[in-house]
């Protein structure tokens, strides 16, 4: 694995990179922006996105494109569309028959999920309770079981899409571990005529084969370099708040605090623990990402995207915007 001593002198290479293939990928779609925008922090910082909304909104295409402009190799990619009668052997593997009369429970997992380092699930909310614990623990820890011992899972990248999120108890949890989650509202109304000539030029892109978004100009290397300097930097510290103080200006601090403290007293919106946490490497990344710097007022953006339940999607945006007085 990288050294500090060995990014640190090609990682501002690294983020033109990723921002040039961000600029290049977003040319491939119709107003979404804001979601390639967080699809590609996501994946440097190694933590799942959430597309949330209606059929037919670019949501598949958007996470295809994206992992396809990464250029992965044979067996880095996994996607499966979830449903209640999904079996775990679909994703985690099947049985080894072989190995099973011997009395070992262990699944061949080649190509499918534990092995891969990016995945897509579609309608993630609609599994059932054995995958939903399964991927519970694959995000928390990464790792699976494997004949009742942990087993380490390749996975560094989710993407993850649905419909809705069901207003369901037993869901809280794995909707708990999607930190961002980001509306895919259709665009029609707004950008008719550009949304036709894009879609037709996408059939012309399927119809010959081609795939220009593939030529991107950052790896898949170059995404987990930055993620990795992230984390060594974070470790830096030997006294916590030692980069709190360095990289996250008390004032904006401040503000991130009293946004989280607005948002479950006025609007009842529950933020976590763990997700505070993730929320602080989200916005520090973020603001890596755009600026190579300590954190402003408008990294804070990010909080627009806590929400947990569909309902509130559109209301903590409109909320977090209004309190940083941004447009």
């Not at 390639?36 to 295409?61: H, I, R, W, Y």
């Not at 009742?148 to 069901?166: E, K, R, Y």
Request: with cysteine; aromatic share 8%.
């Amino acid at each position: 694995m990288w050294t500090l001593d060995q990014l640190e002198p090609e990682i501002d290479d690294i983020r033109r990179r990723i921002l040039q293939h961000r600029r290049h990928l977003k040319e491939y779609f119709i107003a979404r922006d804001e979601q390639v925008d967080l699809a590609v922090l996501c994946a440097v910082s190694q933590e799942p996105l959430l597309l949330v909304g209606p059929p037919g909104t670019a949501k598949s295409d958007l996470v295809v494109k994206f992992t396809q402009s990464l250029g992965l190799g044979e067996g880095d990619y996994f996607e499966y569309m979830l449903t209640k009668f999904t079996e775990p052997s679909e994703i985690l593997g099947p049985i080894d028959i072989s190995l099973l009369k011997e009395g070992r429970y262990v699944r061949r997992t080649r190509g499918l999920l534990p092995d891969c380092r990016v995945a897509f699930l579609d309608e993630v909310f609609k599994s059932n309770s054995a995958i939903l614990n399964t991927l519970l623990t694959i995000l928390n820890e990464r790792k699976f079981y494997q004949d009742g011992q942990p087993t380490p899972v390749n996975l560094m990248m989710l993407f993850a899409a649905t419909n809705d999120i069901p207003d369901q108890s037993e869901l809280e949890a794995m909707a708990d571990r999607f930190v961002i989650k980001v509306e895919t509202l259709p665009v029609k109304d707004r950008h008719f005529a550009e949304l036709v000539d894009a879609g037709i030029q996408n059939e012309a892109y399927k119809a010959s084969g081609q795939r220009p978004w593939a030529r991107g100009t950052a790896s898949l290397d170059d995404f987990l370099k930055f993620g990795r300097f992230m984390d060594l930097t974070f470790g830096m510290s030997s006294e916590p708040g030692q980069d709190r103080a360095r990289w996250f200006p008390r004032p904006v601090f401040a503000e991130m605090r009293r946004i989280v403290r607005a948002l479950e007293t006025e609007d009842k919106v529950f933020v976590s623990d763990r997700k505070v946490v993730k929320l602080y490497k989200l916005i520090r990344t973020h603001a890596f990402l755009e600026h190579g710097g300590a954190v402003e007022l408008e990294d804070l953006r990010l909080l627009a995207y806590v929400g947990n339940r569909r309902d509130e999607l559109a209301l903590v945006q409109a909320k977090v915007k209004a309190l940083l007085g941004l447009s």
